[in-house]
């Protein structure tokens, strides 16, 4: 044997006896910097090119940020179209396509493509939630909110000039005075406007005390299509609203749809004949999925094309001939995109939409349709936050890949689906399971069960960044779909109306014993966490087993009462999650509130939650932490300054938030480190 023969055959050798965790690089904390994501993905008329908002983190200033980015079809020419800080959102080609409106800071900007010179044409003194070109091109259409005009009754005498007196007291009257993420509330409404597409002064088009959406033009210019509630007593009908069209000319608003439930999103087909929407007629469920609805213009035919299906339709397009919808839904915990024409059989088109969620793996998804037929979607993976991809004649197709800094740098945690068979009733249940990276199933792994929250929600084969830094660190981890998650139908959704929690609990330990009995689980390192209602169902599990070694919920719920009448949805709430109000079925509340249960708890529990969270406000985090210090369970609260119910709206706080419960658990490991290896 030559020398060289003998070097050769000792590097492969080596090869073949280095451990396949050689190459595994996990995840780190800070790598939430490295994220990016497409959202609100636009192409073009004649589907050439795609224009798409480009979600990253900013370090310096801890933010995550948004600019406009454009990219041919076929996946070259990708290249900036706003300024990286510049915040540029909600995309707006014009008809013709040599222009494109977008929002920026609050204003409307236009940016002609031609030249790549941009201008910002509006004024306003307050924020633009919609925008929608007419198609002549000469007006945009956008919903803005008017705050209302009212003195406050009180004015306080004998301020001297220039004195500093307290900030006067503030007066509230409005039924919806606050909101999670937005904080306390100006008084107002959204109101529709129109604005010359060159600059000018916005023109209102709507009045009274009502809040107006869902705006689309008819093909001819002529009226406006738009979905409000304008009830009287709207803020006790949240799931109230009509459709309506509204004259440019005449500003007449006329009723087109009505019903018993929620009817928004109307959209006219591209030849004019035809409007859809989206509802359903109300019936007091906890979960009630919306259907399409589509109708001749003049009120005749009128058909749900969608309810044999028993999906949620979150999203739906016409066609450009006019002939049948574009439809987005979950089954499964997947995000679908489907054809659905007027009269036949509907066509699954991709099942791989998704992928904007950057913390947990919550279905969502965004899609397009140019007039050339070109669907343009966000589309999701396992192993990185959303990518562009595009459908048309020659098939479908990822055409960026914003994230193959991250695949480079790291190794994330490879996510299997697997089903598994319910003690309760025998029915079939989904979950799925993170390997860490550099997985050894001869070894014995701790396990989290991270349970999402909702509880009218879905998880599925999505990214998810906090749960592969809880991976990284050496952790199984498990996410399940119990009953009443959706996107498996109303009924197993309802499972758990007025009846929350309840067997979804069991469903849960039924998914930890399918991988335990796998063999590659430590039985005596099991952790519980989650978030919301995945933060009631934490401490309602720990209530009612011992099972775990550590808990740590996430901006729970913990008292029914004191939330339905604290909670910003208090009308919503108190009305379709429970047989009345609170003081009229007290038993009924207290009977499903984790603080019943407390004294039963023996497991040490962390509780996290923001400050500014006006969802599941902070007070039902601290009279849990109470509860559990005057029973003397090891345990501790995290409060996270100026955080919502989203947490992760920061990327510092995307960070803290894994990071502090991996923290609580280390503490649970039978005095394990934190870099500590899996047990052979």
Not at 3 to 25: E, F, G, K, N, W
Not at 304 to 314: K, V, W
């Amino acid at each position: 044997m030559t020398s060289l023969h003998r070097l050769l055959t000792c590097i492969i050798v080596l090869l073949l006896c280095t451990p396949a965790t050689a190459d595994v690089r996990p995840l780190k904390y800070d790598d939430v910097f490295l994220l990016e994501a497409v959202r609100e993905p636009a192409p073009s008329p004649d589907g050439e090119r795609i224009v798409f908002v480009r979600n990253w983190m900013d370090r310096q200033r801890d933010r995550s940020r948004h600019a406009l980015w454009i990219v041919n079809a076929d996946g070259s020419g990708l290249q900036p179209l706003t300024p990286r800080d510049s915040d540029a959102r909600s995309p707006r080609w014009s008809a013709d396509g040599d222009r494109l409106a977008y929002l920026a800071d609050g204003q409307i900007h236009v940016l002609w493509l031609d030249t790549g010179r941009s201008s910002r044409i509006s004024a306003l003194e307050h924020g633009v939630s919609e925008l929608a070109w007419s198609p002549d091109g000469r007006w945009l259409a956008f919903v803005g909110f008017t705050p209302a005009a009212r003195k406050p009754p009180v004015e306080l005498p004998g301020r001297p000039e220039g004195a500093e007196w307290a900030e006067a007291p503030i007066w509230i009257e409005q039924p919806v005075y606050r909101r999670d993420g937005a904080g306390y509330l100006r008084e107002g409404h959204n109101h529709v406007y129109l604005i010359p597409a060159e600059g000018g002064t916005a023109i209102r088009l709507t009045t009274g005390g009502f809040d107006h959406d869902g705006i689309n033009w008819h093909p001819d210019g002529s009226a406006l299509y738009l979905s409000a509630n304008r009830r009287e007593d709207a803020h006790r009908e949240p799931l109230r609203s009509a459709i309506y069209r509204l004259e440019i000319d005449s500003r007449e608003l006329t009723e087109v749809i009505s019903g018993e439930g929620p009817h928004a999103r109307p959209r006219v087909s591209p030849n004019g004949r035809m409007l859809a929407w989206l509802g359903f007629e109300d019936r007091e469920l906890s979960h009630q999925a919306s259907r399409v609805y589509v109708m001749d213009l003049d009120g005749g035919d009128a058909r749900n094309l969608t309810e044999e299906l028993d999906r949620h339709i979150d999203d739906f397009h016409w066609q450009p001939d006019s002939r049948g919808l574009l439809i987005q839904y979950d089954h499964h915990g997947s995000t679908l995109l489907a054809r659905q024409p007027l009269r036949g059989e509907r066509q699954v088109l991709s099942d791989r939409v998704g992928g904007e969620y950057f913390s947990r793996p919550y279905s969502s998804g965004q899609f397009a349709v140019a007039r050339s037929g070109l669907v343009a979607h966000t589309h999701a993976d396992t192993a990185r936050p959303s990518e562009l991809a595009v459908i048309d004649r020659r098939g479908s197709r990822v055409i960026t890949d914003l994230n193959r800094d991250l695949s480079l740098k790291r190794t994330v945690g490879e996510v299997e689906e697997f089903w598994y068979e319910s003690s309760v009733d025998g029915r079939d249940l989904q979950g799925w399971v993170i390997h860490p990276p550099g997985f050894d199933p001869e070894a014995r792994y701790p396990l989290i069960l991270e349970i999402h929250g909702g509880p009218f929600a879905t998880y599925g084969p999505f990214f998810a960044m906090e749960l592969q830094l809880m991976a990284a660190r050496g952790y199984v981890v498990v996410y399940l779909n119990p009953r009443g998650s959706t996107s498996y139908g109303e009924a197993f959704a309802n499972e758990i109306h007025h009846n929350y929690p309840s067997h979804d609990f069991d469903d849960l330990m039924d998914g930890i014993d399918a991988i335990i009995a796998r063999g590659y689980i430590n039985a005596e390192e099991l952790f519980v966490t989650g978030g919301s209602g995945g933060g009631a169902l934490t401490t309602w599990a720990v209530a009612h087993t011992d099972r775990f070694a550590a808990a740590a919920a996430v901006n729970p719920v913990i008292n029914w009462y004191s939330f339905t009448l604290n909670a910003d949805m208090y009308h919503y709430f108190s009305r379709y999650w429970f047989p009345g109000p609170p003081w009229e079925h007290a038993e009924h509340y207290l009977a499903y509130s984790p603080i019943s249960h407390v004294g039963r708890v023996n497991t040490p529990t962390l509780l996290f939650t923001g400050e500014e969270d006006y969802r599941t406000p902070i007070a039902e985090s601290e009279q849990y932490y109470q509860a559990l210090q005057l029973r003397g369970i090891d345990t501790a609260l995290v409060r996270v300054p100026g955080a919502s119910h989203a947490l992760d709206s920061r990327p510092s706080n995307l960070m803290a938030k894994p990071a502090y419960v991996i923290a609580w658990f280390e503490r649970y490991r039978g005095g394990k480190d934190e870099e500590q290896t899996p047990s052979k």
